[in-house]
């Protein structure tokens, strides 16, 4: 314990969140204690509270932690392709990968988040939340302009409000494809890849300028 104490105070706060995530995952935010944190982290939990005021912000850590990865993955699809249906393609893909590999953090990044910052006593990680948020939104505002620009896209589009019903739409068919996997499989002869791909056709199609 002594050769712990010794490391910086950022690697007992990543132990911490490292063991709130993997509870997280397994039991649920609402019935992990701050007791259960602790043990699975190696701390007491006089100690877990000098790194943490409560669970509330261990939690806006790792929203925040969630919303930085997905800026990552919006913005490596956006740059790997010129046209328009290509780059969506990419940004389909790319939430894939990512719901994939961080189920959690992607149910995470679609929970309600803190707007306002002036009539509530907010953490630090929720403003940075919502303004990595904010970048995302802006880049897929580009992305809609520059379809609509070239002719790809619909140009009666209002773009803020399908800025949001993309994203509905999107994670919506990637969460019921991970929730519903053996059903769509056993109902509809799809495989998962296969329900998303008809699931992505119809969305973009849905913007698309019509030939």
């Keep these: 314990m002594g050769r712990r104490k010794k490391e910086p105070r950022s690697v007992h706060r990543e132990n911490i969140v490292s063991a709130a995530s993997e509870l997280f995952m ?10 259960d944190i602790a ?11 000098v790194y943490f005021k409560n ?23 956006l740059a790997q392709h010129e046209s328009t249906e290509a780059r969506y393609r990419c940004i389909c893909r790319g939430l894939v990968q990512y719901q994939e590999e961080f189920p959690f953090y992607f149910r995470m990044v679609l929970d309600k988040i803190n707007i306002d910052f002036e009539n509530y006593d907010y ?9 990595i948020g904010e970048e995302i939104n802006e880049k897929l505002k580009h992305f809609l302009l520059s379809g609509v620009e070239k002719g790809d ?17 999107l994670s919506g068919i990637i969460q019921l494809a991970a929730n ?31 030939e």
């Design 26 to 35: 397994e039991k649920g935010i609402t019935t992990t204690s701050m007791d």
């Design 39 to 49: 043990k699975v982290a190696g701390y007491s939990k006089a100690t877990l509270y």
């Design 55 to 77: 669970k509330e912000e261990i939690v806006s850590i790792l929203v925040w932690n969630s919303m930085k990865k997905l800026y990552d993955y919006i913005s490596s699809a």
């Design 123 to 131: 953490l630090p990680e929720e403003k940075e939340t919502y303004q």
């Design 153 to 169: 896209l619909r140009g009666d589009l209002k773009i803020i409000p399908a800025i949001f019903n993309f994203w509905g739409m």
């Design 180 to 210: 519903k996997e053996e059903y769509i499989k056993k109902s509809m002869g799809l495989s998962k890849s296969e329900f998303l791909e008809y699931g992505f056709s119809l969305i973009y199609h849905s913007i698309a300028m019509k």
